[in-house]
Each structure stands twice: as structure tokens, then as C-alpha cells.
């Protein structure tokens, strides 16, 4: 059997990158982690981490693989979408329903698409 360790994510500036996410996320950076590193990893409370690692290739197409993100404690995922805006997201697809089902797809700064959804207390109330 084997288990996840670490989630990669290639981008072109790591340092700044994993720093938005670890504010987004409220997850701290790696104490050795420094501007300018070719990499750097989010601490996650368990595994797996998440690691930002350089690369000289841009993004082209959509991802293959992105992070699903819910509010958490009692924030709706329109409150979580608000403040991801906020925070430099950007709007890349909205697959909100009138029945409250569905996500938002956005983009971190570097343009991945990550998803927004209900967290279980909006999917739990209907």
C-alpha cells in the first residue's frame, strides 16, 4: 500500500505563489522556504503537503488535476467565493444552480483553476 506525500504544483514563481495559498488557506510555508526558492512547500496539518516547485514551461491548458476548496466552520461557499475574489482569484467558470447545487471555478494568480464547494453544512441543510 502506499499514500500521498506531497500534491506538486509547477509554476513559475513558487516563493509567491505557495505564499498566496498559504494565506488563502491559512496554512503556514516551510520555515526554509525563502523568496526566490525553485521550491516551496504549504505545512498542511497532515499529508499530504503541497509543494510549489519551478518550472520554465507557462501554464497552456487547462489542468489535469486542481484543488477542490470548501468554507470552513459555518462560511457558504458564495462567502468562501467572495473572499478568494478578494484575495486576487479570479472567476473562471460559475457551475452555481438555483437549487443552491454546483461550484465556482477560479483561478489562482498564476491562472490554475481550483474549484469552490458547499462544505457539508450547506450540503447537509439542502
Given at each position: 500500500?502506499?499514500?500521498?506525500?506531497?500534491?506538486?504544483?509547477?509554476?513559475?514563481?513558487?516563493?509567491?505563489?505557495?505564499?498566496?495559498?498559504?494565506?488563502?488557506?491559512?496554512?503556514?510555508?516551510?520555515?526554509?522556504?525563502?523568496?526566490?526558492?525553485?521550491?516551496?512547500?504549504?505545512?498542511?496539518?497532515?499529508?499530504p503537503?503541497?509543494?510549489?516547485?519551478?518550472?520554465?514551461?507557462?501554464?497552456?491548458?487547462?489542468?489535469?488535476?486542481?484543488?477542490?476548496?470548501?468554507?470552513?466552520?459555518?462560511?457558504?461557499?458564495?462567502?468562501?467565493?467572495?473572499?478568494?475574489?478578494?484575495?486576487?482569484?479570479?472567476?473562471?467558470?460559475?457551475h452555481r444552480?438555483?437549487?443552491?447545487?454546483?461550484?465556482?471555478?477560479?483561478?489562482?494568480?498564476?491562472?490554475?483553476?481550483?474549484?469552490?464547494?458547499?462544505?457539508?453544512?450547506?450540503?447537509?441543510?439542502?
Amino acid at each position: 500500500m502506499i499514500q500521498i506525500h506531497t500534491v506538486t504544483v509547477d509554476c513559475a514563481d513558487p516563493y509567491t505563489l505557495a505564499t498566496w495559498w498559504s494565506e488563502v488557506l491559512g496554512v503556514p510555508l516551510s520555515d526554509e522556504d525563502q523568496p526566490g526558492d525553485p521550491e516551496v512547500m504549504l505545512m498542511t496539518p497532515q499529508e499530504p503537503h503541497v509543494l510549489f516547485i519551478q518550472v520554465p514551461d507557462g501554464k497552456s491548458v487547462k489542468n489535469r488535476l486542481h484543488f477542490d476548496v470548501v468554507a470552513a466552520g459555518n462560511g457558504t461557499r458564495d462567502q468562501e467565493t467572495e473572499r478568494l475574489l478578494a484575495h486576487g482569484a479570479t472567476l473562471h467558470e460559475d457551475h452555481r444552480r438555483p437549487d443552491g447545487t454546483g461550484w465556482v471555478t477560479l483561478r489562482d494568480p498564476e491562472g490554475n483553476e481550483f474549484c469552490v464547494c458547499r462544505n457539508q453544512v450547506e450540503r447537509a441543510a439542502g
